[in-house]
């Protein structure tokens, strides 16, 4: 890395090593640094960076952060095309240095109005708007543990056939402990009048602290560039139109793949239903797409 132009700031890198050749070059800068234009020189490669580079660079860092090799993230379970912050992290040794970096390149790619080809669960972006999360946040992240919180609120306390307290076992870099979810939560019992705060502590356990080490270096890095303040302006969903832009909506996947109850698939208001669908334009696509999942 050198600095040129001013203050532009050269990262040198080869293709085949893109994120560690990113990191290194990159890390070392100061927040304040981030926000120089960047210029990207690809070893062996001819060419005058004119933004071309910058934002290929942005689209291949994007898949890497992915990259199953560096544990940083996962998918969700309960849609598969959303990330969250790989709790097992710790098998890297280097995962919170990468946090701070990631962080940093995201919202980098804000401050430069790049796009990413990448979705965050619900919760993720509430982290970085300082904003609680609910229950409802859950469900894309651990399906199975949210339709038994869901169970618990709708249903006497008796009928769980067990004995609850305001602590719950969780998974800390490879190790697993009781956490108290309260002060004195292990000796308070979960009861039908005190539940529903059993289940937002919970929620606030599984989606932020299993993960908080992770989290913080993200913030950290992320921080850096665009201060807390400035960005808790937005809420969750303009977050996301700003890191990711409007979702390509596969319409022929959503009709494979949807059931109906009352109506068939031949029933003349579903036709109609889907000749509409696919007569909207992407920005329509993604409002509907957002009103039937809620998010």
Request: overall charge negative; hydrophobic content about 40%.
């Amino acid at each position: 890395m050198r600095k040129s132009r001013g203050e532009d700031v050269a990262v040198r890198i080869r293709r085949s090593h893109l994120f560690s050749d990113s990191f290194r070059e990159l890390f070392r800068l100061r927040g304040p640094e981030w926000k120089a234009r960047f210029y990207i020189i690809f070893e062996g490669e001819e060419g005058q960076d004119a933004g071309g580079l910058l934002r290929e660079w942005f689209s291949i860092i994007t898949r890497e952060i992915f990259n199953p090799n560096y544990a940083l993230f996962i998918t969700a379970p309960g849609d598969r095309v959303t990330y969250m912050i790989n709790k097992a992290s710790y098998i890297n040794p280097e995962h919170l240095e990468y946090f701070k970096f990631v962080g940093r390149i995201i919202a980098k790619a804000i401050y430069e109005n790049k796009l990413l080809d990448c979705y965050f669960t619900r919760a993720f972006y509430k982290h970085i708007l300082t904003l609680p999360v609910r229950a409802q946040d859950l469900e894309s992240e651990d399906p199975s543990f949210y339709k038994s919180l869901e169970f618990l609120l709708n249903n006497p306390i008796e009928e769980l056939g067990t004995e609850l307290t305001f602590s719950l076992e969780v998974e800390e870099f490879g190790v697993r402990n009781m956490r108290e979810l309260k002060e004195g939560g292990a000796s308070i019992p979960v009861t039908d009048d005190n539940k529903e705060e059993y289940v937002k502590l919970v929620c606030q356990m599984k989606m932020t602290g299993s993960i908080n080490q992770q989290l913080s270096a993200f913030l950290e890095g992320f921080y850096e560039i665009i201060p807390k303040q400035l960005i808790s302006m937005f809420n969750e969903q303009e977050l996301e139109l700003l890191i990711s832009g409007l979702p390509n909506i596969d319409i022929d996947d959503l009709y494979a793949n949807t059931e109906y109850k009352t109506y068939s698939k031949t029933s003349p208001q579903i036709q109609w239903f889907w000749k509409a669908l696919r007569s909207f334009e992407q920005e329509d696509g993604a409002k509907f797409l957002q009103f039937v999942t809620g998010d």
